[in-house]
């Protein structure tokens, strides 16, 4: 039975494979010779999606299973994890705290020279400096916290499979930061037989997007090439291991460099430094991890739920509550001198072979990620700063090149940052529209039995 399965799936997976690849000429990148570059990389429903006019960029178009340990089974993956929340009595002092006061550095400034005049005698003339290097994008931005930013988030920024129910995002991590992302984030699996950590959705057999050294290696390079931005990355433990088996491999990307580390823990929000402070001191990135942090022991890898919080995982109701929900119990009062990130990711879930997968609502994108509209992310993210005092730190989205017109989510964002967004999106236009690939009924159906059979 599970051959005639097996093989019925992988029919039916050929065919809509066959049909996808002879309507779109995208060719297939080789993976395997960027992994070599880096030392410590691993060799080894028929609905279409929105059509807005963006980027088309050369991904594989196949469909991949690898084969991993299975440590979420698909029918677990609609559930909120449940990993270990750490609690702290009190504030840890990690180090000397780092203040605002002018640094040695150097910024583009133009002078704009002012006269005082005192009873109609001209004084001498004072020249005010006036920063014209934006940081993250705005100049406005510099002077301020890092708590007091609003930013697009790529929910499973390495989730870029063209065809795989797994996929989040279009675009690969380069170009989602150059369109503005400053937060990016991916879940961390070990697929079988391997010690080298990839990024896997929820299971490596779903999608697995490589060895985290080479999508942490292109932020990496990324970060060198853009010295006036800060950006936050977020890893998701998914195995829930003891950091000590990541650290290696993080560091051999060269991206401690430039990771912050916090002189508390936990921070408040007055605790953070501005921009400007994290990059003239040349920390411009801040890392977190969601469970198993040791921040006393790994300073750069800060504990994501003792400084954060998040509103409902994997949403699927449009109204996209702005509620706690992790970490657990978390009082209104703490809630409130935290930073917080919204989902806002819509997902549906589908059950078939008693598997359960929720994957983005993608006939919905446009709406989801628009600045306007029931169930939009300018809706959620007003109603967010209504509830709590103030605008969230993170917008965390599926396909953020989608809105209704592109770029609607940074639209938001800047509204939050009561600046505004006046750049293009999304990508490189190479001619006519793209549309969103998207698996129909009957690859749903093949991927789903595929699974099921690889599961048990």
């Not at 992302?181 to 991916?186: G, H, K, S």
């Not at 983005?360 to 709406?367: D, F, G, K, R, T």
Request: proline share 7%; hydrophobic share 35%.
């Amino acid at each position: 039975m599970r051959v005639t399965l097996l093989l019925t799936a992988c029919a039916a997976l050929l065919r809509h494979t066959h049909a996808q690849s002879t309507e779109s000429d995208e060719s297939t990148l080789d993976t395997a010779s960027r992994s070599n570059t880096r030392s410590g990389t691993a060799t080894d429903d028929d609905q279409d999606g929105p059509t807005a006019p963006i980027a088309s960029f050369s991904a594989t178009s196949k469909l991949d299973f690898y084969t991993g340990t299975k440590t979420q089974r698909v029918d677990d993956a609609t559930a909120i994890p449940t990993g270990p929340y750490q609690t702290y009595s009190g504030r840890i002092t990690l180090g000397n705290p780092e203040t605002d006061t002018p640094i040695s550095g150097s910024y583009t400034v133009s002078y704009t020279p002012t006269v005082t005049i005192t009873n109609n005698v001209t004084a001498t003339t004072t020249v005010q400096p006036t920063n014209t290097q934006p940081c993250n994008n705005y100049v406005e931005l510099c002077t301020r916290k890092y708590s007091n930013i609003t930013n697009v988030g790529c929910h499973n920024s390495p989730f870029v499979r063209p065809g795989n129910s797994g996929s989040n995002q279009e675009l690969p991590v380069k170009q989602q930061l150059d369109d503005g992302v400053r937060f990016i984030q991916a879940q961390i699996q070990f697929p079988e037989g391997s010690n080298i950590p990839h990024f896997c959705h929820s299971t490596c057999d779903l999608l697995d997007a490589g060895p985290i050294t080479e999508w942490l290696g292109e932020v990496t390079d990324w970060v060198e090439a853009h010295p006036y931005d800060v950006v936050t990355i977020l890893l998701g433990n998914g195995n829930y291991s003891a950091p000590s088996l990541y650290a290696p491999y993080i560091q051999k990307t060269g991206i401690l460099k430039y990771t912050y580390e916090a002189p508390y823990l936990p921070m408040r929000l007055d605790d953070w430094p501005t921009l400007e402070n994290l990059i003239l001191r040349g920390k411009r990135v801040v890392m977190f991890m969601d469970y198993n942090a040791n921040q006393q022991e790994y300073p750069w890898l800060l504990d994501e739920f003792a400084q954060m919080w998040e509103t409902p995982f994997d949403p699927q109701d449009r109204d996209f509550p702005c509620t706690v929900q992790r970490p657990p119990n978390l009082s209104e009062e703490d809630a409130k001198d935290k930073l917080y990130l919204v989902n806002h990711n819509l997902n549906v879930e589908f059950n078939v072979f008693g598997a359960s997968l929720l994957v983005p609502a993608v006939s919905l994108l446009n709406e989801t990620n628009n600045a306007t509209g029931y169930g939009s992310l300018g809706v959620t993210a007003n109603q967010c700063r209504e509830d709590w005092g103030r605008a969230p730190n993170i917008l965390n989205v599926d396909y953020y090149n989608y809105g209704d017109p592109p770029g609607s989510v940074f639209e938001v964002a800047a509204e939050m940052n009561n600046v505004t967004y006046d750049r293009p999106c999304c990508g490189v236009e190479q001619g006519a529209a793209s549309s969103l690939l998207v698996i129909g009924l009957s690859g749903w159906l093949a991927l789903t039995a595929l699974h099921s059979v690889l599961l048990f």
